[in-house]
């Protein structure tokens, strides 16, 4: 088949063969024989092999164009096959693609770029090639900026799969891996599953008061950062409520700790707000990025003040050296890609589209009985599925893995596998695609309510 690029590209979903299709089928069984296991559960479901993709859309190897609702894993803001990054990529490479972490025109324009774009406090940075490294550079940072030890997480956190971030991640992925870096503790986050009904207030006052006892009866009274994510990604889609993130302002303030936010997952015009604290107001003393900031390349930042990141012994020289983070191709496509935000008002079109999004799931999905709640911010949408209205108990693993794969046969491709669907397309989604992914999630729950 003819898969150019220059084939016109549809705004909705265009099926040629079942999907997965015999092509599809073919790649994933080759690359599973040759991969370790452990790839994500999206991938290993769907069976699903993409060649390329425009915008919103993406095409699989039998030539089935595919709506992405899921921007990969919520990397792909500005859509598939992004010009202005593709052609930032090819002259960088083919100027200079690496020498250590010697200084370069291009990262000191996209650090310039981005200190405009961020709080003044926020004015130094470190550099590496993924949210889980940016975590960890961000848990040596504050370690040594404090001369403290202890790390306060939250039940639900997602921070990645190297051990420190794991250690401050909850959930699945830690079993038969021995012992956790020490000096983490998780604290009660705000989470429907328990508040229900409760307003943000309530939520807020609960988690403050599990905060303040487990400083007074398990930690010591020097924590050296709390880390939480403004909004829960992985953990449920959890927009975290001002007040509950004002208290955590004011509890660092109190104690001397550092306050992180990890905003990998939201960071960057995903909920609606160039950055997730616009929502609350409330200034990080480190802001951690990843994901889509790089416009598809690897990247992880951690921005902090000054005073804050060149302190302590971890910022002797080469202590926070690494091979290949900052280097001129991350730092081309980060620049490419914030150009291409603000030029394409990207930010705008998640915020309107986004609430168009969220309103269109919450009216056609009222009367399903598996869904619980679709909540979100921008184009970070969770739909909450349960397996029985009443009790409201997460719907287990069969029934989210027949929703991936209905919506899959409908042309919508998601990646999450968690009871809570996530919907995170590209940020220049149109209202059009908007409710072509509604009808699809209402018509494969209606087809898996009547069959169960
Ligand atoms: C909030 C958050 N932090 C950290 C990470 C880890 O990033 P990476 O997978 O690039 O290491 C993720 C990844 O999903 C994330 O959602």
Not at 63 to 83: E, F, I, P, Q, Y
Not at 121 to 148: K, M, P, Q, Y
């Amino acid at each position: 088949m003819d898969t150019s690029t220059d084939e016109v590209v549809t705004e909705l979903p265009v099926l040629r063969t079942e999907v997965p299709g015999p092509n599809s089928r073919a790649v994933f069984k080759k690359d599973q024989s040759l991969l370790a296991a452990g790839n994500s559960a999206g991938s290993l479901w769907s069976e699903l092999a993409i060649r390329d993709g425009r915008g919103a859309m993406i095409r699989d190897v039998d030539g089935n164009w595919l709506l992405d609702a899921c921007s990969g894993t919520v990397v792909m803001n500005l859509g598939h096959g992004h010009r202005g990054v593709a052609d930032a990529l090819a002259e960088q490479a083919g100027l200079l693609t690496h020498f250590y972490d010697f200084a370069t025109e291009v990262r000191v324009e996209f650090l310039e770029t981005l200190t405009a774009l961020l709080p003044a406090e926020l004015d130094a940075f470190h550099l590496a090639n993924s949210g889980s490294e940016a975590v960890e550079a961000a848990i040596r940072i504050v370690r040594s900026a404090t001369g403290r030890y202890e790390v306060i997480a939250f039940h639900n956190a997602y921070h990645g799969r190297t051990f420190g971030a794991l250690a401050l991640t909850t959930g699945a992925g830690r079993e038969g891996l021995g012992p956790m870096m020490p000096g983490v503790t998780h604290s009660v986050a705000p989470d429907p599953s328990w508040g229900r009904g409760m307003d943000d207030s309530e939520t807020s006052a609960t988690c403050a008061r599990h905060l303040e006892r487990l400083v007074k009866q398990v930690l010591t009274d020097q924590p050296a950062a709390v880390v939480i994510e403004p909004m829960q990604g992985a953990g449920g889609m959890i927009p975290i409520p001002g007040e509950f993130l004002r208290y955590l302002r004011e509890f660092c303030d109190r104690t001397g700790a550092l306050l992180v936010f990890d905003e990998i997952l939201t960071g960057g015009g995903r909920t609606g707000r160039l950055w997730t604290f616009e929502h609350s107001g409330v200034i990080p003393d480190i802001l951690l990025l990843g994901k889509g900031i790089g416009g598809g390349f690897p990247i992880g930042i951690v921005a902090g003040p000054r005073s804050v990141m060149d302190a302590g012994p971890g910022a002797e020289p080469t202590h926070n050296s690494s091979t290949f983070g900052g280097n001129p191709l991350a730092c081309a496509a980060g620049l490419a890609a914030i150009r291409a935000l603000e030029r394409e008002e990207l930010v705008e079109n998640a915020a309107k589209v986004g609430a168009h999004l969220i309103d269109g799931l919450t009216k056609r999905l009222e009367k399903r009985q598996s869904v619980a709640e679709v909540r979100g911010l921008g184009l970070a949408i969770g739909i909450e599925l349960v397996s029985d209205p009443i009790s409201r108990s997460p719907a287990g693993g069969e029934f989210v893995r027949d929703v991936l794969l209905g919506l899959l046969r409908r042309g919508v491709v998601i990646s999450s596998t968690s009871h809570v669907v996530r919907i995170t397309p590209p940020l220049c989604l149109t209202f059009s695609q908007a409710d072509f992914i509604t009808e699809a999630v209402n018509s494969t729950l209606l087809e898996l309510e009547r069959s169960s």
